[in-house]
Structures are given as C-alpha cells and as structure tokens.
C-alpha cells in the first residue's frame, strides 16, 4: 500500500505511472490506487489515453486468430448471466400429495393426529435446542481454520474463520478503501479447474459472514478480496484488483 | 505524432457501436464482434499464451463492454483504445490469477512465447509510420526490449529481471527512465 502516490504527482511522475499502467506492470494495492485516481484526475487519465494510443500500433502487430465458432453463443450466454451459478431456481412449494382413499383422507384431516405431531415435533425441538446449546456454543468459539489475508506488501488485512457448524465468517483488520460505486467481493478457490466463485460482497471493510453453502472448505483453500464495482464482478469471476489474499490453515 | 483532431459529435464505426451497446442494443456488440474478435484474440494469446484462457479472456471483455458501454465517454478517449484497454486489463487480471494459482510445473510466465512475440519480432512488425516505432528506436535495444516485454507479454517487472537476469531496481528505474524519454519523444 503506497499512500504516497496518491497526492499531486508532477508531470513526469504522472506520465510514468501512467505509462506502468498501460504497459501492465501494476499489481495489486498500487493498481487499485492508479485506477480510483484515473477516476478522480483527469490529467492523469489524459496521460493514460496517450500512451493507450500509442501503445495501440503494438496491439495491431499481434497476428489474428480466428475464434472459434461458439464464442459468439458463450458471450451472449455471458450477457443473460447464465454464466453465474444461478440459485436454484426452485420457488414453489412442493404441494402436498392429494389424499386417494378415504381412510388417508380421514387421517390426513385428523385434528388428533396433528395435534399430537405438532407437540411431539415441539417436544424434540426443545430437547434437541438444550442438548445441543452447549456443543453449538463450545464449536461457536472455537474457529476449526483460519486463513489471514494479506495484502500485496504482506500487511495482514483481514481473517477468514472457518466453524465446525459450518459457519465461516470474514473479519477486517485494516481499513480497506473502497471508491464510490464499488466493493469488495470475497472468493474462494479450492480446484482451478472450477475456478474462483464469490462468497461476499460488502460495501466497506466490515466483519461479515461469508456464503459457502454448497462450496467445498478444506486446507490450504484460497480466499481472496477482489475490488469490484457495486453490484458485483458482473462476470462471475474476480475483474478487479486483488486487495488481499491467503489460505485457510487448520488449527491446532 | 500529429494528434487527431476530432471533431465533437463525429465518432467513428466503433465509437457508435459503443454508444448503441449502452443503448442495450447488442447487434451493434456484435458488430464490434465481428470487426475486432480476432485481433482482440491474438492480442489475449500473446498474453496468455494458452488458448482457452485467451478466449476465456475476449470472451469477458466482450461482456464488459457490453455492460460497461455507458461509461465510454467519446470526449475522453477512442473507442478502440477503450476496448482493448478492457481486454487486456481482463487478460492481465486472469494471467496473474493463473499465476498465483498455478499448480502445473511450467509456470504460465515460462511459457515459451512464440518467436514472433519476441521484443525485435514485434519491433519490426510496427508500422514504420508509427510514432511508436521511431521513438522506441532511440532507446538501446535491450530497455526497448524490458518496455515490449511488459506490454506484448504481460510481463512484471519481478518477471523481466528474472527472465533477463537484472537485478529488480535496475529493471524499474529503466522502464521509468524510457517511458519518460518516449513521453519526450511522442510528445
């Protein structure tokens, strides 16, 4: 994290920055500081466009491949979001079987019955509620993995914790900068061949839990902060800079 | 170089497409599709040098700037340096998420890179009528080469100075030092 930078530059300090920029040299925070101050200065994103243009004959010798025929059809599955992992999309309630004989439908309409379901189900619950409280606050304490996240200058930035009730939740511990019109999104990677997928997004650096539903957790899984703009990476996939990152260890 | 002088309100082919896109009209996505695709997808190879990952790469940047299209401002900057401004920021982005992920034994970064990306290669391939070109042409040829390095091959500058055996300061200061003679140059 350079603070640095972000005051007045002079002429040649800006047009070399810039020139870092186009010519892709920037990672990290210093790549999130370049790209909030080509929002906020316009000479600095004058410089940028000169050198984008000039740079231009460079991207004009790279010899043209033709894409293949389906690229066309997966970019405009990309555009209708299908590309997501879309929720499941099951709303409608499941409709409960429709009595055929008689004597299930007496059953079925027996006041008695329900009654005694509805107060054995009760019954459970609070026996379940009291022997599990203990257990559930004993695991609620105790984190199983931990995975710190550190920044590009190994400034420890924020925790991931993971629970054994399958709670997994992310906690800052610097304050992160977010620009208007953005936020962080948090992902995860346990196999490349999947790729990374979100697990969070927050408008601010705040402790939030983090979605893993479905998703395998295990060691040395990736999680990454990524800034994007408000509503999310709109491909699915990080696009932004990478604010901080680390892998979950196991405690001891 | 002469700067173009543009006219406001008179926008090229892509610059209208761009604003049609921002209209949600996606004919006019197709269109820049169509006339840009497979530069756009030798320029992502050239990056990335992994096919399924250049076009995984067009293939986001063709969905950002679709998304995106309201934010391109013609005033501020050509439509075709817009695009491929999201194209390589897309590749750059997916090329150091491979690399910091990278299981496979040959690292993405040490990947041999076809002769024809190499920094002279491509040095001879530039247009003669370019600024670009004459201007590179008065640095030596090997800062030339740390500054095509960097930006035909996406490589950092921990990337050059390993690859060129330099030490890690020496790289920095020469990129600076020859974009600020290059600045002078193209004016």
């Known amino acids: 994290m350079s603070p640095s930078r972000d005051d007045q530059l002079s002429p040649p300090e800006r047009d070399a920055l810039a020139g870092e920029y186009v010519l892709g040299l920037l990672d990290g925070a210093e790549l999130a500081a370049v790209e909030r101050r080509l929002d906020t200065d316009r000479d600095f994103a004058a410089s940028v466009e000169r050198w984008r243009r000039h740079f231009a004959a460079l991207d004009a010798t790279a010899p043209p491949i033709t894409p293949p025929a389906d690229l066309w059809s997966r970019i405009e599955a990309g555009l209708a979001g299908l590309i997501q992992p879309s929720a499941s999309a099951s709303v409608t309630a499941p409709r ?26 009760a019954l459970a619950t609070v026996l379940l509620a009291v022997g599990l409280f203990g257990a559930l606050d004993r695991a609620k304490r105790q984190p199983l993995m931990v995975a710190v996240l ?15 009730d399958g709670r997994v939740e992310m906690l800052p511990l610097q304050s992160i900068d977010v620009p208007a019109g953005k936020a962080l999104e948090i992902w995860t990677l346990w196999d490349r061949a999947v790729g990374p997928r979100s697990v969070g997004l927050i408008d601010r650096a705040r402790s939030t839990p983090l979605r893993l539903d479905n998703l395998p957790l295990g060691r040395d899984q990736l999680f990454e902060i990524t800034l994007e703009p408000a509503s999310g990476s709109p491909t699915g996939r990080p696009t932004g800079p990478i604010i901080a990152k680390g892998t979950t260890s196991q405690r001891l | 170089m002469a700067t173009e002088v543009k006219q406001p309100g008179e926008h090229g082919e892509i610059e209208a497409a761009l604003l049609a896109c921002a209209a949600g009209d996606k004919s006019a996505l197709r269109r820049i599709y169509e ?6 997808l030798g320029v992502a190879q050239r990056l990335l040098k992994r096919r399924a990952l250049a076009e995984e790469a067009v293939q986001d940047a063709f969905v950002l700037i679709f998304r995106h299209a309201g934010r391109f401002d013609p005033e501020r900057g050509a439509g075709l340096s ?10 750059l982005s997916i090329l150091r998420d491979e690399k910091r992920t990278e299981a496979s034994d040959t690292p993405i970064a040490e990947e041999t890179a076809s002769e024809e990306d190499d920094p002279e290669t491509v040095m001879a391939k530039l247009s003669d009528a370019s600024a670009l070109r004459a201007c590179l042409e008065t640095l030596s040829p090997q800062r030339r080469g740390l500054v095509l390095l960097a930006f035909v091959q996406g490589l950092t500058h921990g990337e050059i100075a390993g690859r060129l055996k330099l030490p890690l300061g020496t790289v920095k200061s020469w990129i600076r030092r020859s974009l600020l003679s290059l600045k002078e140059c193209l004016g």
């Open chain 2, 35 to 40: 006339a840009e695709s497979p530069r756009m």
């Open chain 1, 150 to 164: 550190l920044t590009d200058s190994n400034i420890a930035a924020a925790v991931v914790n993971t629970f054994a």
């Open chain 1, 96 to 121: 409960p079987a429709t009595a055929r004989t008689s004597r299930f439908a007496d059953w079925w309409n027996s006041l008695f019955v329900w009654r005694g379901a509805a107060f054995a189900g």
């Open chain 2, 82 to 91: 817009w695009i491929y401004a999201i194209l390589r920021n897309r590749a």
